[in-house]
């Protein structure tokens, strides 16, 4: 009976993977890997007597001219996209920007009074309108310079966009709702202002909705 050989330390056991074997491997786990990875790391990986960082270099000859390459990032190795490629990556993105209360308040104001100058916005406001709140309206195109007033210092109007109707469904800004929708959808209290009730007078004797003036009257 023979016995088996032993193992003197001049060799080992089990001899590694051909060298295309552990290309294969080292590639696997470098596309697989969402961080570049060092040879130290691979080596832990792969079968005992691989050699990761020959089976790199044979990979990155492999990958050269193509559409990812093997690159050295520190001390790892990862598989990118080739320079010269990298625009095909790019992709824009449309943000969504949340309007701020002044910009809600101006926008409805121009939608209801146009058209209007920055003076009227402000006097219904109460308070006044910053530029870059005009700005915003105007860079997302839901709203428009209007015609000069013919008043001293000929001040420019602003007016709603056909890209303000069509995000809102609108035909013209005539289908605005008015105070009967607004209330209904709970957007406008049915009370009155503070102080423009007279003191001890019941809420039964409030007018209706009939007889209040529409946000658009016709000419």
Request: one cysteine or more.
């Amino acid at each position: 009976m023979t016995d088996a050989p032993e193992d003197d330390g001049s060799g080992t056991l089990f001899e590694a993977p051909p060298l295309a074997e552990q290309e294969r491997m080292v590639e696997a786990v470098l596309f697989a890997s969402a961080e570049p990875v060092t040879v130290a790391d691979l080596e832990s990986r792969m079968p005992h007597g691989c050699d990761a960082k020959q089976a790199l270099e044979l990979l990155q000859k492999r990958y050269e001219g193509r559409g990812v390459r093997v690159v050295r990032v520190g001390e790892a190795w990862a598989i990118r996209t080739a320079p010269d490629l990298g625009f095909l990556m790019q992709k824009e993105t449309v943000e969504t920007r949340k309007l701020s209360r002044a910009a809600i308040e101006t926008l409805a104001i121009v939608a209801y009074h146009q058209p209007c100058t920055r003076a009227e916005i402000e006097e219904i406001r109460g308070v006044s309108v910053s530029r870059g709140t005009i700005d915003q309206l105007l860079e997302m195109e839901w709203i428009r310079l209007g015609r000069r007033r013919m008043t001293p210092g000929r001040p420019v109007t602003f007016v709603v966009t056909p890209q303000f109707l069509d995000h809102f469904g609108l035909e013209s800004a005539r289908d605005l709702p008015g105070l009967k929708e607004l209330r209904a959808a709970g957007l406008l209290e049915n009370r009155p202002p503070p102080g423009t009730m007279p003191i001890g007078e019941a809420n039964e004797d409030e007018p209706g909705d009939e007889d209040q003036t529409e946000l658009f009257e016709e000419d």
